[in-house]
């Protein structure tokens, strides 16, 4: 018995662990974006996307900032399958979880194409759609919506289990992100459609944060 209860100790351990890299994800991911944001020569937090800042001489860092905050997505999402098995969403929401994850993975190797004037030096305007940035978005797409999706299983996960006020906050979290999704792809280079993704964002990401902290505790 007290191999036993070691060895449960141990997983438990473990699993926290892998969620606690879902607590920390999001705010790594925001705190290098925004940092370059504010620093980088000729970037405009309202008419440029984020991943625009993966081109140029200083690109290698959000490029690098993608692959590790994948990495610790790819680690909550194998934590999130011990913290909501046996039950409701135990399967899915740890593959829409880690496909987001591989998506952020897919960005770094994809960069998106320089447009309206970001690198400094860049034409403004749309300019040249290469093959690299199209697999971008197309990549980056599919991972958003894989996110969308978990937010939803994992709401009905804990409706299932009783908590009506983190199932209502997983929902609402997945729409606004949705939706603020759903306006830069309309209307990229729109200063509202831009300001609105970066608080889908951070919605989203803070959303993360804090439901793995709360599955943590949990364990």
Request: proline share 4%.
């Given at each position: 018995?007290?191999?036993?209860a ?35 020569e ?19 860092i959000?490029t ?24 409701r ?8 979880l ?48 894989c996110a ?50 970066v608080?889908?964002?951070?919605a ?16």
């Amino acid at each position: 018995m007290t191999q036993l209860a070691h060895n449960r100790t141990r997983s438990i351990s473990r699993h926290r662990l892998l969620l606690g890299c879902g607590v920390l994800a999001g705010p790594m991911y925001v705190t290098v974006a925004l940092a370059q944001a504010f620093t980088r020569e000729g970037f405009d937090l309202a008419r440029h996307p984020w991943s625009y800042l993966a081109n140029g001489d200083l690109g290698w860092i959000q490029t690098l900032n993608f692959v590790l905050t994948a990495l610790a997505t790819i680690a909550a999402a194998a934590g999130l399958r011990h913290a909501l098995t046996p039950g409701r969403g135990a399967r899915w929401a740890p593959i829409l979880l880690g496909a987001f994850g591989v998506s952020m993975i897919g960005a770094a190797l994809f960069p998106a194409d320089p447009a309206m004037g970001f690198p400094a030096g860049t034409p403004e305007g749309p300019g040249a759609i290469t093959l690299s940035g199209t697999l971008h978005m197309a990549v980056g797409g599919v991972g958003f919506l894989c996110a969308v999706a978990a937010c939803q299983v994992i709401a009905s996960r804990y409706a299932r289990d009783g908590h009506k006020g983190w199932a209502w906050y997983s929902r609402v979290t997945g729409i606004v992100f949705l939706g603020s999704f759903l306006g830069i792809a309309s209307g990229g280079g729109v200063a509202w459609t831009n300001l609105a993704f970066v608080a889908g964002i951070l919605a989203l990401w803070t959303w993360m944060s804090l439901m793995s902290l709360n599955l943590s505790r949990s364990a």
